[in-house]
């Protein structure tokens, strides 16, 4: 078995195997370490620096920034970005050194939350530029020459982007189109290509490019390495690679500003490049490893921006939902008197207060660069995204209508105009923003059971003779069985303060005893479905929700002493408590599932729709296929584009023709 997911080679080769000790790693194999959560208290003077900015910010906010008018307009005022450059607030994760405030993950995730508790769009446009703008692949894999020219602009004037998926690609990061030929003096490469869905595209002043370069491969110090090629003649393979491409550039053009059902304000591109020169000096890092350094920073930034904003906008919603319920009467009784409403509300604190403890953890762990986080930082974005959606549809019922009607028109009659149903509409986006919940799902699961599927990838990959087989198979029964059976005894339970503190040590026991559970209902799994295992969704779906709930559970409680022995906030065990009653009950209906699938016949029926075996469902309607809304004049405006782009895409059997630039936007 090579890969989890069957098309995703380019993506596992790129992948960066666990470098170090990750604490949901240990929990899928059944022997969690809770050592690695406990983290160095935060240093005095950071915190007050991050809080310090925090009441800039609050003010700034409050004096300069009208939500309702980006939301009406679908615009962030010029003057709002450039006091927000004024401030720094740009520059919060680039060191001091290059002009930047040199903040802490902690900090940077505190001002995104409260930027986005005021307008998650705001809040989005400050973190793009940081977390996949050009600024985090610089000072990651970036040369110093670079990091002096360019960090300093994006800290403090110009706004850059993230230039990666494509129309045909989407997350399928591996594939695409977009490419970028050497020059023949060897000065510049030729990018042709297009782009979607770049955040930030129409007011950027640079991008990070991923693009495909034609290359050979060459040996350099007894290591494969790859080397361009001049316009493309003798090619080995065309390969990932990383470019800071500048907006200005002749050849650049946003063709379309795109619109969506919410996040009014962001300004997301669909863009073309037709024979852009890239100057040589602004490829980022290495020929060939522009795959690798996207998954990098990606994993960097979804465990940060994605869930401050999303518990911006969670905060947000709360006090007025406490207010509406106390405030609204009927049938002579408050909402808040209604037990239905006080199960809901009591739930909404619950998750409010795990999606918080959960990411400060991610938070404080990404500060101090001990171990490898990509597993938790991608479930912290699953657990937050998806908790706020709920969280905001419960606040919208609790509202009524009045949480169906949009702001303006409840401000045109003097109501109190807060925009739930704006937010429920914005958060939908976070959940598919860097990484869809159904791609990373199966990307935990991979990354958390490595170490079993590189053991037994021998075995399937049907490369071995049968007598070999035979050998590998009793060589994993060997080392099966008695870990096998180590699952089935109590691991001994850390000694340290905060994991023996009498309200933490018994969620710290059923976070051990569920860890062998889950890792023996996983060994039950990929021995019953074996190849086949890459493909049990289903399966992988609920390994990763117990894994989630689990990390949010040890998470809260951890949390909750913090905030008991530093604060003296004792009311937070109650909403510690709330969320384990609801992860228990989870935990508990997914592992009974992992081996009692109630959805195969589910999966069955949608099979056999995808076929087309159930007509009658479009009965009684007026008929249209997905075809049938596109519109005949826009196919026609396309179809010059799309055959522009096909033979950028083709490999060259001639001399290359040249293609009239678009004109400069």
């Known amino acids: 078995m090579s890969t989890l997911f069957k098309g995703f ?21 059944g022997r969690p370490d809770f050592e690695l959560l ?55 994760k680039i060191p001091k050194a290059y002009g930047g405030l040199g903040f802490s993950y902690t900090n940077y995730g505190r001002v995104l939350t409260l930027i986005a508790s005021w307008s998650n769009i705001l809040a989005l446009t400050v973190a793009v530029p940081q977390s996949i703008g050009i600024a985090m692949p610089i000072l ?46 060897g000065s510049h490469f030729l990018v042709s290509g297009e782009k979607l869905w770049c955040t930030n595209g129409p007011i950027a002043r640079y991008v990070t490019l991923i693009a495909r370069v034609p290359a050979r491969r060459v040996l350099r110090d ?43 304000g962001i300004e997301n591109a669909h863009m073309t490049m037709q024979h852009v020169r890239v100057p040589i000096e602004n490829v980022i890092g290495e020929i060939g490893k522009g795959l690798k350094y996207a998954l990098t920073i990606l994993n960097v930034g979804r465990g940060i921006s994605i869930p401050a904003i999303c518990l911006g906008m969670a905060k947000q919603a709360w006090q007025p939902t406490l207010d509406r319920a106390n405030a609204r009467v009927t049938f002579q009784k408050p909402l808040a008197d209604r037990q239905t409403q006080q199960i809901r509300i009591g739930d909404m604190a619950g998750h409010l207060f795990a999606m ?24 912290a974005k699953i657990f937050c995204s998806e908790h706020t959606i ?24 003097g109501e109190a105009a807060f925009g739930v149903e704006q937010l429920v509409r914005d958060a939908e986006m976070y959940r598919i923003g860097e990484g869809a919940t159904d791609i990373l799902r199966p990307f935990i699961v991979r990354e958390g059971l490595s170490q079993h599927l590189e053991r037994a990838k021998p075995l399937y990959s049907g490369d071995l003779s049968i007598l070999d087989q035979l050998r590998h198979a009793i060589k994993l029964a060997g080392f099966y069985v008695p870990w096998y059976l180590r699952h089935w005894v109590r691991r001994p339970l850390p000694t340290g303060q905060a994991l023996a503190h009498p309200q933490v040590r018994p969620v710290v026991r059923y976070v051990e005893r569920t860890s062998r559970r889950l890792a023996r209902e996983i060994f039950y799994a990929m ?139």
């Open 140 to 185: 990651l894999f970036g040369n110093e020459d670079q990091k002096r020219r360019y960090l300093p602009l994006v800290a403090t004037e110009a706004l850059s982007a993230f230039a990666l998926t494509e129309p045909l690609t989407g997350s399928d990061a591996a594939n695409v189109r977009t490419e970028a030929v050497l020059g023949a003096d």
């Open 356 to 379: 918080e403890a959960l990411s400060m953890l991610v938070w404080r762990l990404a500060d101090h660069h001990r171990h490898d986080i990509r597993i938790e930082a991608a479930v």
């Open 527 to 665: 021995a019953r479905f074996q190849a086949a295992f890459q493909d049990e969704q289903r399966v992988q779906n609920r390994i990763e929700s117990v894994g989630e709930d689990l990390l949010a559970l040890i998470a809260s409680v951890l949390y909750a002493e913090q905030q008991t022995r530093l604060e003296g906030r004792t009311t937070v065990w109650e909403l510690a408590e709330a969320f384990q009653v609801a992860a228990r009950q989870r935990i508990t209906q997914r592992l009974r599932e992992m081996r009692h699938h109630c959805d195969g016949l589910t999966a069955t029926t949608g099979i056999q729709a995808l076929k087309g075996y159930y007509p009658g469902l479009s009965n009684g309607i007026v008929h249209r296929r997905l075809d049938d809304y596109r519109r005949r004049q826009d196919v026609a405006e396309a179809m010059p584009m799309a055959m522009a782009s096909l033979a950028v895409h083709m490999k060259d059997t001639g001399p290359r023709k040249t293609v009239k630039a678009e004109s400069d936007r």
């Open 38 to 92: 406990l983290t160095p208290p935060e240093p005095p003077e950071e915190h007050a620096a991050g809080a310090a900015f925090c009441r800039q910010i609050e003010a700034f906010l409050r004096q300069e920034v009208d939500p309702e008018e980006i939301e009406r307009e679908a615009k962030i005022p010029e003057a709002v970005i450039r006091g927000l450059f004024k401030l720094g607030a740009f520059g919060m």
């Open 390 to 413: 709920q969280f905001l549809r419960d606040a919208q019922i609790l509202f009524g209508g009045m949480g169906y009607e949009t702001a303006a028109s409840k401000m045109a009659r």
């Open 9 to 29: 080679e380019r993506i596992e080769e790129a992948r960066e195997r666990l470098s170090g000790a990750s604490f949901l790693a240990g929990l899928f194999d």
């Open 222 to 264: 007894g290591q494969t390495t790859w080397m361009p090629v001049p316009e493309g003649h003798g090619a080995d393979d065309r390969v990932h690679t990383a470019f800071i491409l500048d907006m200005s550039a002749p050849g650049v053009l946003v063709r379309q500003r795109c619109q969506f059902e919410g996040c009014r």
